[in-house]
């Protein structure tokens, strides 16, 4: 398989950069030449520095956009006839949709697509699960493979008759197990870390990494958390997470005060750095309404936090109730509050669920592990190809 070309697509430069960062290098080592396509956006230049050719064509995230989608697929099957890639793996469902469309009519030899995620869920009303089931069937028709990250929704792809059973495989999720490590910071890293940001040394702090939308549970962990507040007026709540103007749910950083919270939140944003800020959690939260895997929850949890997650597909692989974390009802603000209130008054029980969390992680969700899955399947494609075998 050496020197053969992939291109790697998706619609934003963060999925690149903060999901797939470490498989594009994983691949580039291994020997293949690594192409991405992507919409421009600030992580663009990161990407290239490893190595990594960027092509930037706008691929919008919205469900319906027909002009703009129309001119991205233009986009796609000239680059793709130009390059002649072996492989195209597409990621994300507006990519996957017209990724996959684009590298069948240009002829791409080996094609995969990766669920992150299925759009729906049994809450979905009946049109729009109809119409998102609609799009994974279209999209299905044209990858030799797909990848799934979590188990459930395979049973629910071959239950809608998105694709057969055959073509669907278990990924699974992946952490580099280096990186998020809880040994690499000593107690004086995470003190002069908490002092950069202006929290105090003895502070109890609650934890979440994801989008800034309102289906991450967001609403939800706001009116949990101003119940815990009343009880336990020292506890922050620290956010991490990129503001998406473009989504119908985004939600702005003024939301705080509408909920009595603002003085106990620390909203950081975008951040490169997580993995240097999950040490100053006591406790992490992710009360997502859907959820492909949860990797952040795989990152607190190999980082040896306790995890309080919605019980829904993804956090429920993610996450074994009562002993990496604790699972509570979807969009249920008095559960969450009262999980994390537990965790908060049980501090020997919320380590004991962090030290789970890491053995859990490192027995399921080692990146090299499914790293190599991924080279053999593509291995495996590339000769079916050559023999005629698909």
């Given amino acids: 398989m050496d020197k053969a070309k992939i291109c ?14 470490n498989q594009l290098n994983f691949l580039q080592k291994e020997g293949l030449e690594v192409f991405v396509a992507c919409s421009s956006g ?3 230049g990161s990407i290239e520095e490893e190595g990594i050719k960027v092509n930037t064509i706008r691929i919008t995230r919205k ?6 989608d129309l001119v991205a697929f233009v986009h796609l099957f000239f680059y793709f006839k130009k390059e002649k890639f072996d492989i195209v793996h597409t990621h994300t469902p507006k990519a996957g949709f017209l990724g996959q469309l684009a590298a069948k009519l240009a002829r791409v030899p080996v094609r995969i ?8 869920t049994e809450h979905t009303p009946s049109l729009k699960r109809k119409l998102f089931i609609l799009v994974e069937k279209i999209t299905a ?22 694709c057969s059973a055959s073509k669907i495989a278990y990924l699974g999720g992946w952490v580099d197990l280096e990186k998020f490590n809880p040994r690499r910071f000593s107690e004086t890293f995470i003190k002069q870390k908490k002092e950069a940001l202006g929290i105090g040394p003895d502070v109890k702090m609650i934890g979440i990494v994801a989008r800034f939308v309102k289906e991450k549970g967001y609403l939800e962990l706001f009116e949990a958390f101003r119940a815990i507040l009343e ?23 003024d939301i705080f005060a509408e909920y009595g919270i603002q003085k106990n939140v620390f909203f950081l944003g975008e951040r490169a750095d997580v993995d240097e800020i999950y040490p100053l959690m006591d406790i992490f939260v992710l ?53 994390l209130e537990f965790l908060l008054k049980n501090p020997e029980v919320a380590e004991e669920m962090g030290k789970m969390g890491r053995l859990k992680v490192v027995k399921e969700f080692d990146e090299r592990f499914i790293f190599n899955k991924l080279k053999e399947e593509y291995a495996r494609l590339i000769k079916a190809k050559i023999e005629k075998k698909i």
């Fill in 8 to 21: 790697y697509v998706a619609s934003a430069d963060i999925t690149l950069k903060f999901l797939l960062f």
């Fill in 42 to 44: 600030t992580w663009i």
């Fill in 63 to 68: 469900l319906f956009s027909p002009l703009s």
């Fill in 113 to 120: 697509h990766t669920i992150h995620g299925l759009y729906f």
């Fill in 141 to 162: 028709k044209f990858p030799h493979l797909i990848f799934s990250v979590n188990k459930e929704d395979i049973h629910t792809a071959t239950k809608e008759h998105i």
């Fill in 231 to 253: 009880k336990e007026p020292k506890v922050l709540l620290l956010i991490i997470g990129q503001i998406e103007r473009e989504k119908k749910d985004a939600i702005n950083s």
């Fill in 287 to 339: 009360p997502s309404h859907r959820e492909a895997m949860g990797l952040s929850i795989l990152e607190a949890s190999a980082m040896e936090k306790p995890v309080v997650a919605t019980n829904i597909r993804g956090c429920r692989e993610a996450v074994d109730d009562q002993k990496t974390g604790i699972l509570v009802p979807i969009k249920n603000p008095v559960k969450l509050a009262e999980a």
